[in-house]
């Protein structure tokens, strides 16, 4: 079991940046994929970005691609370990609940670990 906390989220306008934060309670993402996925009311979940922790390869989806970026920060107290999720040029079309997951696979998943999920509105 992996316990994924999400924070960073809020309101900014167009073109503005945001930083989300995903942590792992407890435990390290050294053998997992952590990714971001967003949702809107009515709509399915989909992919934003990931990123295979041992490796620091990333993929994103076409939407994001040249604004966002996913990063970590690698620590000896598993506590510690963050991805991050930096979050530039945002549009209206960005606002969503921002979810972290992880998956002992690769990006593609299935992801079988998710957070709360965090707000990210945009206003344009």
């Known amino acids: 079991q992996v316990q994924l906390v999400e924070s960073g989220g809020g309101w900014v306008q167009a073109v503005g940046s945001l930083r989300l934060f995903c942590a792992a309670c407890g435990r390290s993402f050294s053998s997992y994929t952590v990714g971001w996925f967003r949702q809107t009311p009515g709509k399915e979940r989909e992919f934003v970005a990931a990123?295979?922790?041992?490796?620091?390869?990333?993929?994103?989806?076409?939407a994001v691609k040249g604004r966002f970026t996913i990063s970590r920060t690698i620590s000896r107290d598993n506590a510690k370990n963050t991805v991050y999720l930096q979050m530039n040029s945002l549009k209206p079309e960005d606002t969503a609940r921002y979810y972290c997951a992880a998956t002992p696979r690769g990006v593609t998943g299935p992801y079988a670990w998710w957070g709360q999920g965090t707000q990210v509105t945009v206003s344009s």
């Open positions: 990123i295979i922790w041992s490796a620091a390869s990333t993929d994103y989806a076409d």
